[in-house]
């Protein structure tokens, strides 16, 4: 070995909320005592990684190198956390210990690359004391992120993240079994393989939405919630079918494109969940003793919460009061920013958290309230402080709300309902329409895109502001109906809202708690 300086930079990931930010793996190797130090802001893991390349080093049949070893992880403002630093620490020790034949680059005096487009790639793994690579978490993160930044570059990961990473479109991924492997192909003696990407797994069965017998206006709402991604809130006592048709949405809703599974999946790996990529809009249903951060996210090490896991998908809440108050108001600008922000001392994590809401709730504590054949038991001081759980705010950013009436006594002997198929093939149409018109869904709306796409004829205009003023609506009001109203028009195949199409969407506004 040199007793020059030597000096070898190859390129990792950090992970950060959902985005993987672009990390610079410095290796410098120099003379005197030997030790080996790892700075730039590393956690426990990454300190760890000293005694786990050591061993890998070694019993990949290579040198260890004596001397003063420093590793930085640049930028330091950024902490580094897990074991996926290993790979490129490792191999940057190989090439500035000159164990790897190569010739100087990467413009940086005494630096080793051993080709040219060494710089054009991206290295995450962790190394086992025999050193073979073991899988890292979150590896479609880490894709989606270089694909998006670094177009180009080629991602060398530990088999079996490698497949989960290559069903990341326009990214090239090659797996890798060892640091022998990766060495190999650095020195250009051999060239890993690309990933084969897993297949897609088969979405499971979903409840028909004929298994629900009765309830027509609830059926008809719940329709319109799938058609344009609108909340919805429904009220009713127990055995009335909240649950069973709040099950049955995802079975309406639209395939996901291959972009939002993609970022589905990749929440769902970020909070440790096995990852698997499905067409099926995720549908997730916390206790209601569920905290804050279980719903919102968050944690020393910030993870994704329910809301997030719900990306794309649908959010159940089920016995809405029952949820504490500050947990309910945590909702509040997820549902209109589509985003959770994390806020740290050292740095801030965010997550999508673009979700269809679906509450339910009883009208009373006991549940009772307004049924015509049982009598409701509880004061009106029990009623004021059950319903008074959910904030007027919160209720503002519901689009829908509907009150279901008591289950009739005859319903097996009632016919089953329409199934779900037809359904969805309605939504899926109407949502065709609205991301041909505006390219979004119509419960994303807002400002003077609702003045250009949500376009009413006098008599419909008078009927909403008249409505409103009854209602004593707030401008939020105003707009979740016009939402509603314009997807109500699209189901009808309509252009230009009509007074019908106003009065059904008021009177989704009107069935209040």
Not at 43 to 51: G, I, L
Not at 194 to 223: H, K
Not at 225 to 236: P, Q, R
Request: aromatic residues 2%; glycine residues 8%.
């Amino acid at each position: 070995m040199e007793n020059a300086l030597t000096l070898a930079v190859l390129a990792s990931r950090a992970l950060s909320g959902l985005d993987a930010h672009a990390v610079r793996v410095e290796t410098h190797l120099g003379p005197g005592l030997p030790s080996f130090n790892v700075v730039g802001l590393p956690d426990v893991e990454v300190r760890e990684s000293r005694e786990r390349v050591r061993a890998a080093i070694q019993n990949s049949g290579f040198e260890f190198p004596p001397g003063r070893i420093t590793v930085n992880l640049s930028p330091a403002d950024i902490p580094k956390e897990s074991g996926r630093f290993d790979l490129p620490i490792a191999l940057g020790l190989l090439l500035a210990s000159g164990q790897l034949a190569a010739p100087a680059g990467d413009g940086i005096p005494d630096a080793r690359a051993p080709d040219p487009a060494l710089t054009d790639l991206v290295l995450a793994g962790e190394l086992s004391l025999t050193g073979a690579l073991v899988p890292v978490a979150a590896p479609l993160v880490i894709a989606l992120s270089v694909a998006r930044e670094a177009p180009g570059a080629t991602l060398i990961l530990p088999a079996g993240s490698a497949e989960l990473a290559a069903w990341v479109p326009g990214l090239r991924v090659l797996s890798a079994r060892s640091l022998a492997d990766v060495a190999a192909h650095a020195a250009g003696a051999c060239i890993l393989p690309n990933a084969v990407p897993r297949p897609w797994p088969a979405a499971p069965p979903v409840p028909c939405l004929s298994d629900v017998r009765g309830q027509p206006g609830a059926r008809r709402a719940l329709e319109v919630a799938a058609a344009g991604g609108h909340s919805l809130l429904m009220i009713g006592p127990p055995g009335a079918g909240k649950s069973m048709l709040a099950a049955r949405l995802p079975g309406l809703l639209p395939p996901l494109a291959r972009a939002e599974a993609l970022e589905a999946a990749a929440v769902a790996a970020l909070a440790g969940m096995p990852e698997g990529l499905m067409e099926q809009p995720p549908f997730r249903a916390p206790h209601h003793s569920a905290s804050v951060a279980a719903l919102v996210g968050g944690g020393g090490r910030p993870r994704p919460g329910e809301i997030s896991l719900a990306h794309q998908g649908v959010l159940f809440l089920d016995e809405l009061p029952e949820f504490s108050r500050r947990t309910l108001e945590a909702l509040r600008e997820p549902l209109e920013a589509g985003r959770v922000v994390i806020a740290r001392a050292l740095h801030t994590a965010q997550f999508p958290a673009r979700f269809q809401l679906v509450a339910a709730m009883n009208p009373c504590p006991c549940g009772w309230r307004g049924h015509p054949a049982r009598a409701c038991a509880c004061t009106p001081d029990q009623v004021a402080r059950y319903v008074g759980k959910i904030s007027g705010p919160l209720l503002d950013r519901i689009d829908l709300h509907v009150a279901l009436p008591p289950s009739d006594p005859d319903w097996m002997s009632s016919p089953p309902g329409e199934p779900s198929g037809p359904v969805r093939e309605r939504v899926v149409h109407c949502r065709q329409r609205q991301l041909a018109r505006q390219g979004k869904p119509n419960a994303a709306l807002a400002g003077a895109e609702l003045d250009e796409h949500c376009r009413m004829d006098d008599e419909a205009r008078a009927l909403l502001l008249q409505a409103m003023r009854r209602l004593a609506g707030s401008a939020r009001a105003l707009h979740r109906a016009l939402r509603v109203a314009r997807t109500i028009a699209d189901l009808d195949g309509e252009d230009r809202l009509a007074a019908r199409h106003v009065a059904q969407a008021v009177q989704y506004r009107r069935a209040g708690v």
